[in-house]
């Protein structure tokens, strides 16, 4: 991908306190009920939480011995978190917690800017996500002399217009955006962006509600790239299914749940993920996926350190762990997305010859160009993308 | 009891005894009214349990990938590893406790705001009636995120705790507007009736009063133990790095939701209804009491 | 009210307060607290960076104009959906509450409890079963295809119907349990009188059973419409493109367009829209109070 300035937005370090919105203030009302109900009171009544913020503030306590991960669910192998944990001597606190970007951001959000503490040490959000906490300064930078597997990393993914050169992230599984289709429902295969379209399927296509995933093949579909992260060019693809949905082409707008509307056949066609429909056609045979001819998005999600970390040389030394080709093939082996590390193929091939041979699994290189990605947007392009796309899906 | 030395009482008739011989034309409309009036209940209670019945069918299913969506092919499997998943156990198990510690504190609560506000017109009552109803109102979405800000403003840590706490918070009001219902045309006098015999208001209020409200309190309870054991959005803000069911089964539709999940719920509709049934059971051996 | 006997007898004045005091701390806590924040929050404007506005209290009260006139359509569409699903849970309630309370005996906790049951599966695990059910090649709807009563879009989920229909599934136990716990007390004796004075059960109903169980239907209303006109989760799962519910946007707002002024505007104006609503509900129902 060609070389493209920053266009992040940095603001500088917030002062704590004074310039913040407040409601009260910590007034009257907060030290009321501070001095009612203290902290102490409810830690009596928790069994879980680990986490305590009596010191507050910058310096997190730290905690060497235990290792606090955040992740999607059934995003792991089965006995990956025992085999680090016998590998490293850590305790692993491993939580299937991440539900959704965008959530997660609402939820930790204010935490991070008081620099406290979220409950982990490492999380695995989605490069958009981590493109934003890049920027807002809220993320770790990485000590490469503890993850010397770096090296193992895809090439293209090093050089991310997210984070250039990986200094703060570590991508930790990819997938391809394309679409998936019935093959016995529509009679044909399916191959462009155009097909969503065919009136034959009205009301039996469903599109992505998150913007990147939606538009981004519509816009290589309309001849214009992602990566170009140009706001006219986003515009025109929303206007595009602006137009289908009042047409009444467009069933609904999913987030991940498109799947079961695929396997009952109420829709024929869908934008979906590469991963689901490696599962999916395991139960159904007529199940497809196709990245589309003009081209279709990846989506990367990556392995961070929050500032607020209690352990970053265990979160460094997980990072590493999974670097390693033999351990990471039993992820891909599980989990059957796209790998983020080059050429795992020799090590897949030795425990799941089936996965190495699935081009959803290891796309050949022609699959592989076709692909782009969204680059950093700062925080008010951001905010308009998403506006301007929350008006198509949300009539 | 009193027990009687002398002989037994006469039986009473009934207060209101039929008039002798009504025309025999109103029974049978009554007869068949009743057997429709049954019948449409036992079909919204069918309605209720369709999904249910699909739920425990697709516990036995048999998928290759990770999604539990097209019958596949019977196998036991998944029964004889259910908790094959131990975040999705622990979820479980979170949100049971969750629910049971929120219900207990809300079911206190929310019974003394009712019985106060429906025994006696104090200063200040109907603007409390009118305000029971406004946390109903509030969305979801914005209320957990503003108590997040409350609680980091506090600087109380997010987990087990805070989750209880929201929990509490607007159930109470489903369970005043439940009891309250319950105590509308309540006969206030029977607590004259104890007190003048001497019984203290709060010895009152013990054995006279909440015995005879106690079912309102029960169903109460149960809505806000449904209501917490559902809760998403707000538990989502104020949950930490806790886990409780939703917030996991949330998650889990990216990647799939395996059969367990079925055979999970499947065991806890199973233990609920093995001990409502022993519930009845029990009852039947005391005494017969209204 | 029939039968209410008020206590004649002079109590402790300080007792009502006393009781009502810790539900009123805790809600004033947790509940006016933030709330009061939302407030602010609704009235100002995003200044500084969209992830960490610096939230400028402006008395900006053209966040309320806006937010009404760029939502209308979803505020009223909410409002259709929730009245929809009231009145049907009220008339599948009825029989149920009805029959749990004067014909099930001791087994009426166990029905009780299996109207709840439901609930230990999770929303989402149900709906998406519901979903399998509902499906498009589904036996369902191929029955209400063979009746004629599919709606537009020639199916059943991803419509309008879908969503009052999920809204209906899942708030019938707040309709159920409270018209319960007020059929419960009624005398079965005046349910006899009712079948003696008139001639017809159904007239005997209406005006002896109804209104002594006005309570119930008020509570129950109460319990399924106001959190059925905030609801976004059925929408969001059963809906189609036209059937956005005013609390979709609101998450959106929230969440996607980090827009939080006008998140918390529209939050107020649902809050406030559903409180008339409830006043003039508590009035036509002729009791005195809200409840």
Redo the contacts between chains.
């Keep these: 991908m060609p070389d493209r300035p920053k266009r992040l937005v940095v603001p500088s370090r917030r002062v704590p306190d004074l310039s913040r919105r407040r409601f009260l203030g910590r007034g009257a009302a907060g030290m009321a009920a501070a001095s009612i109900l203290g902290p102490g009171f409810l830690a009596a009544c928790g069994g879980d939480d680990d986490e305590s913020t009596e010191e507050g503030g910058g310096g997190a306590e730290q905690n060497e011995n235990a290792l606090r991960v955040s992740n999607w669910p059934f995003y792991i192998s089965e006995t990956f978190v025992a085999d680090f944990e016998e590998a490293s001597g850590l305790s692993v606190d491993y939580r299937e917690d991440f539900n959704d970007n965008e959530e997660w951001f609402a939820r930790v959000r204010e935490s991070l800017e008081a620099n406290q503490d979220i409950g982990a040490d490492l999380v695995i959000p989605t490069d958009f996500m981590v493109g934003r906490l890049i920027g807002l300064e809220w993320l770790e930078e990485l000590d490469d002399a503890n993850i010397p597997n770096k090296g193992n990393l895809r090439e293209d993914l090093l050089a991310s217009t997210i984070d250039d050169g990986r200094r703060y992230s570590l991508p930790y599984m990819s997938g391809m955006v394309g679409l998936a289709y019935n093959r016995a429902a529509t009679g044909r295969d399916i191959t462009s962006v155009e097909d969503l379209w065919d009136p034959a399927f009205a009301g039996r296509v469903t599109l992505f509600s998150d913007a990147q995933d939606g538009l981004g093949m519509i816009m290589l579909a309309n001849g214009d790239d992602p990566a170009d992260g140009d706001i006219e060019a986003i515009q025109r693809a929303a206007d595009v299914v602006a137009e289908q949905r009042d047409a009444g082409q467009i069933r609904r707008f999913t987030g991940n749940d498109y799947a079961d509307d695929l396997a009952a056949g109420n829709v024929v066609v869908a934008q979906a993920y590469s991963g689901d429909i490696v599962q999916l056609a395991a139960d159904n045979p007529d199940l497809a996926f196709v990245v589309p001819e003009g081209g279709g998005t990846t989506f990367v999600d990556s392995m961070i350190i929050p500032i607020t970390t209690r352990n970053k040389a265990g979160a460094e030394a997980w990072m590493d762990y999974v670097y390693d080709k033999a351990n990471y093939a039993q992820l891909i082996s599980y989990i059957q997305y796209v790998p983020v590390l080059s050429d795992i193929t020799e090590e897949l091939e030795a425990i799941d010859p089936e996965s190495a041979a699935n081009p959803l699994i290891n796309p050949p290189s022609d699959i592989l160009d076709r692909l782009s990605t969204f680059p950093a947007f700062d925080d008010e392009e951001d905010a308009a993308i998403a506006a301007l796309y929350a008006d198509v899906t949300a009539e | 009891m009193t027990t009687l030395t002398t002989a037994p009482p006469p039986t009473a008739s009934p207060?209101?005894a039929?008039?002798p011989a009504?025309p025999q034309a109103a029974r049978p409309?009554?007869r068949w009214?009743?057997l429709a009036?049954?019948l449409?209940?036992g079909l919204?209670?069918l309605?209720?349990?369709?999904?249910?019945l699909?739920?425990v069918l697709?516990s036995f299913n048999d998928?290759?990938?990770?999604?539990n969506?097209?019958w596949?092919g019977f196998t036991l499997d998944n029964w004889l590893d259910p908790f094959r998943y131990e975040?999705l156990t622990e979820a479980l198990v979170?949100s049971l406790k969750v629910a049971a510690?929120s219900t207990a504190i809300s079911a206190?609560?929310?019974t003394?705001?009712a019985?106060?506000?429906v025994?006696?017109r104090?200063r200040g009552?109907?603007a409390?009636?009118?305000?029971?109803?406004?946390?109903?109102?509030?969305?979801?979405?914005?209320?957990g995120?503003?108590?997040?800000?409350?609680f980091?403003?506090?600087?109380?840590?997010?987990?087990?705790?805070?989750i209880?706490?929201?929990h509490?918070?607007f159930e109470?009001s489903?369970v005043?507007?439940?009891?309250?219902?319950?105590l509308?045309?309540?006969?206030?006098?029977l607590?004259?009736a104890a007190?003048d015999l001497g019984a203290s208001?709060t010895r009152t209020f013990l054995r006279i009063t909440l015995p005879l409200i106690v079912?309102?309190i029960?169903?109460?309870a149960?809505?806000s133990?449904?209501?917490s054991?559902?809760d998403?959005?707000i538990t989502?803000?104020n949950?930490?790095?806790?886990?409780t069911?939703?917030?996991?089964?949330?998650?889990?539709?990216?990647?799939?939701?395996?059969p367990q999940?079925?055979v999970l719920?499947t065991a806890?509709?199973l233990v609920?209804?093995l001990l409502?049934?022993a519930?009845?059971l029990w009852?039947?051996r005391r005494p017969a009491s209204t | 009210m029939a039968g209410t006997a008020t206590s004649s007898r002079r109590r402790n004045p300080v007792a009502p307060y006393a009781m009502v005091l810790p539900a009123l701390v805790y809600l004033g806590i947790f509940f006016l607290v933030p709330l009061w924040s939302l407030l602010r929050t609704s009235l100002s404007r995003n200044g500084g960076s969209v992830f960490l506005p610096t939230l400028e209290f402006d008395w900006a009260w053209s966040n309320y104009g806006d937010a009404f006139s760029d939502y209308r359509d979803q505020i009223v569409r909410s409002f259709g959906y929730a009245l929809a699903a009231t009145l049907i849970c009220l008339v599948l309630a009825y029989p149920l509450a009805y029959v749990i309370a004067f014909k099930a005996g001791r087994w009426r906790n166990v029905v009780l409890g299996l109207v709840i049951l439901p609930f230990f599966v999770t929303f989402l695990v149900r709906t998406l079963a519901w979903r399998i059910i509902l499906s498009d090649d589904g036996w369902v709807v191929s029955v209400f295809d063979a009746v004629g009563l599919l709606p537009d879009e020639g199916r059943l989920l991803s419509t309008s119907w879908a969503v009052v229909g999920g809204l209906v599934y899942n708030f019938l136990p707040f309709m159920v349990l409270p018209l319960y716990v007020s059929l419960e007390k009624v005398d079965p004796r005046l349910m006899e009188a009712a079948a003696d004075l008139y001639s017809s059960t159904w007239r005997g109903f209406r005006k002896v059973v109804l209104p002594l169980t006005m309570p119930g239907v008020l509570a129950g209303s109460l319990l399924v419409f106001i959190p059925s006109s905030g609801d976004f989760v059925n929408a969001q799962y059963l809906g189609g493109t036209q059937t956005t519910m005013i609390g979709n946007v609101i998450e959106r707002q929230f969440l996607v367009v980090h827009d939080y002024p006008t998140a918390a505007a529209l939050s107020f104006v649902l809050m406030a829209i559903i409180l008339v609503a409830t006043l003039a509900y508590t009035r036509a129902l002729g009791t005195e109070d809200l409840v």
């Design positions: 207060p209101l039929p008039a009504p409309p009554r009214g009743d009036l049954r449409v209940a919204v209670l309605y209720l349990f369709i999904p249910i699909l739920i697709f998928p290759e990938g990770r999604f969506l097209t596949q975040q979170t510690l206190v609560l929310g003394l705001v019985v106060a506000l025994r006696s104090f009552s109907g409390i009636d009118t305000f029971l109803v406004v946390p109903l109102t509030a969305p979801e979405v914005v209320l995120a503003s108590l997040l800000t409350l980091i403003d506090l600087e109380w840590a997010r987990g087990f705790g805070t209880v706490v929201v509490v918070m109470i489903f005043a507007l439940t009891v309250k219902a319950r509308r045309g309540f006969d206030w006098t607590e004259d007190m208001p079912p309102g029960v169903a109460a149960m809505l133990f449904a209501l054991l559902d998403f959005i989502y803000f949950s930490g790095s806790t886990v069911y939703p917030l996991y089964v949330n998650a889990a539709t990216r990647t799939g939701l395996p999940i079925n719920a806890i509709l609920s209804l409502l049934g519930s009845v009852q039947r």
